[in-house]
């Protein structure tokens, strides 16, 4: 039989936790500071722009009014957003005019007119058809964002749909077009123009809002995926490179992608 020693001298384990380290006045004031920054960062850019642009209307629009019906020149301050609240009404009144049968009569007149100049007609109607597709309500111009391979198979870009390719581009490709706007980052006002095969897109569930938010910040944004759990293991695309195939056009146009080491090449049989 073996005796218990109560005064063994193997050390006893202590399961406790161990308690955190404590973070120290610098590092919790640098969080604290950044916090801030972050919440109030935010706001601050974005009230600035809206006082810029306003600022902006109203140094082009307040000197128009007549110093009689201009309100500032009765009240004791500054009236921040009078041109801007102008300019909404005269547009407003525009659209309304323009509606009528006088204002179509008008309207047609004065599109006759910009037609019949050989510069100002092509400006004009570009700007126009631009407009029409952007601020029309039925149309889907910009509502879709979509996954693209460029500029190389391998590699991916979001991009935007603008419409269904048309004429002579899609007249004279054999596969159903799409038109595609690939912008750049961080501006996205500038980018490519893209003439893509309907099937080589792949539908993104983002927004266009969100799309717009990752392409800008260059990738720190990045969006939730909005699709249903059970399809996010279930990957859609490949982002496998092809720099060690040739690529070898058959009859007929037809890509055929063949390893460089066989012994066919693009230019026939190697010696």
């Given at each position: 039989?073996?005796?218990?020693?109560?005064?063994?001298?193997?050390?006893?384990?202590?399961?406790?936790?161990?308690?955190?380290?404590?973070?120290?006045?610098?590092?919790?004031?640098?969080?604290?500071?950044?916090?801030?920054?972050?919440?109030?960062?935010?706001?601050?850019?974005?009230?600035y722009l809206a006082m810029l642009f306003i600022n902006f209307v109203d140094s082009k629009v307040?000197?128009?009014?007549?110093?009689?019906?201009?309100?500032?020149?009765?009240?004791?301050?500054?009236?921040?957003?009078?041109?801007?609240?102008?300019?909404?009404?005269?547009?407003?009144?525009?659209?309304?005019?323009?509606?009528?049968?006088?204002?179509?009569?008008?309207?047609?007149?004065?599109?006759?007119?910009?037609?019949?100049?050989?510069?100002?007609?092509?400006?004009?109607?570009?700007?126009?058809?631009?407009?029409?597709?952007?601020?029309?309500?039925?149309?889907?111009?910009?509502?879709?964002?979509?996954?693209?391979?460029?500029?190389?198979?391998?590699?991916?870009?979001?991009?935007?749909?603008?419409?269904?390719?048309?004429?002579?581009?899609?007249?004279?490709?054999?596969?159903?077009?799409?038109?595609?706007?690939?912008?750049?980052?961080?501006?996205?006002?500038?980018?490519?123009?893209?003439?893509?095969?309907?099937?080589?897109?792949?539908?993104?569930?983002?927004?266009?809002?969100?799309?717009?938010?990752?392409?800008?910040?260059?990738?720190?944004?990045?969006?939730?995926?909005?699709?249903?759990?059970?399809?996010?293991?279930?990957?859609?695309?490949?982002?496998?490179?092809?720099?060690?195939?040739?690529?070898?056009?058959?009859?007929?146009?037809?890509?055929?992608?063949?390893?460089?080491?066989?012994?066919?090449?693009?230019?026939?049989?190697?010696?």
């Amino acid at each position: 039989m073996i005796e218990h020693n109560e005064n063994s001298s193997t050390p006893a384990t202590d399961d406790s936790p161990q308690k955190p380290d404590k973070i120290s006045f610098s590092a919790r004031l640098r969080a604290y500071f950044l916090a801030g920054v972050l919440i109030t960062a935010p706001i601050s850019i974005t009230f600035y722009l809206a006082m810029l642009f306003i600022n902006f209307v109203d140094s082009k629009v307040t000197p128009l009014i007549p110093v009689r019906y201009n309100p500032e020149t009765y009240l004791p301050f500054a009236t921040p957003g009078l041109g801007l609240v102008i300019v909404f009404i005269v547009l407003s009144l525009i659209g309304a005019v323009t509606a009528g049968i006088v204002g179509r009569l008008y309207l047609r007149t004065s599109e006759r007119l910009l037609n019949r100049m050989p510069v100002i007609r092509g400006i004009y109607g570009a700007i126009k058809q631009i407009l029409e597709t952007v601020l029309a309500q039925q149309s889907n111009a910009f509502r879709e964002a979509v996954l693209v391979e460029y500029p190389r198979r391998g590699i991916w870009a979001i991009a935007f749909i603008t419409g269904r390719t048309k004429g002579e581009v899609q007249n004279i490709t054999e596969e159903e077009c799409i038109n595609i706007f690939l912008p750049t980052t961080p501006n996205p006002t500038s980018g490519f123009l893209l003439f893509v095969p309907k099937k080589e897109l792949i539908p993104l569930s983002m927004s266009v809002e969100e799309a717009l938010k990752m392409v800008i910040s260059g990738g720190i944004v990045t969006p939730e995926d909005h699709r249903p759990k059970e399809e996010w293991d279930k990957p859609l695309v490949s982002a496998a490179t092809y720099e060690d195939m040739d690529v070898l056009r058959e009859g007929g146009r037809t890509p055929v992608l063949i390893p460089k080491d066989h012994a066919f090449s693009p230019k026939g049989i190697k010696d």
